[in-house]
């Protein structure tokens, strides 16, 4: 006993123009909240990284200063931390380079600000008494900001 198909019935079967619209709607919803935590991610660890950069530039700071009893002029800046300042006061203990490569720039492509004596070249409020500060505007490159714009510092 066969049952007989009607003419409008067929041996085929799929997935109709909108079940297909609707799968490909779903994939690019998720896609877009992958992306959009990728983009956090990435944020986080610039912002990450320039706090551990200025770590190992505060280590190498100490060393230095162990080994010429002063922190460099802001006219050598960090890179006297690299290789050997031919600026006055040249330092005759130096036993260098301090860091393992030059000194780079920040994960937002500028270059850290370093200021010796303390807060005299940070703008914001520093604390009193430090011996130098290191620091990043962050993403924006303007003082302040909070998130990905924060400002990053040597004493925080």
Partial sequence: MKKRRNQNETSESGFTFVETLAVLAIGALLSAGVGISALKALDQA????????????????????????????????LSALWQKPVLVPVPEG???????????????????????DGSVGYPG????????????????????????????????
Avoid at 55 to 72: H, M
Avoid at 94 to 116: E, F, H, L, N
């Fill in 46 to 77: 610039k912002t990450v990284s320039a706090k551990q950069t200025i770590a190992q530039y505060k280590a190498a700071l100490q060393s230095y200063y162990l080994d010429c009893g002063v922190f460099p002029t802001e006219q050598q800046g």
């Fill in 94 to 116: 130096w036993s260098g380079p301090y860091i393992d490569r030059c000194v780079q720039q920040d994960p937002w492509g500028k270059a850290y600000t370093y200021a010796p």
């Fill in 125 to 156: 409020a520093a604390p009193a008494g430090l011996a130098y500060v290191i620091y990043s505007f962050g993403a924006d490159g303007i003082e302040g900001g909070n998130g990905k714009n924060e400002d990053i510092c040597s004493w925080k």
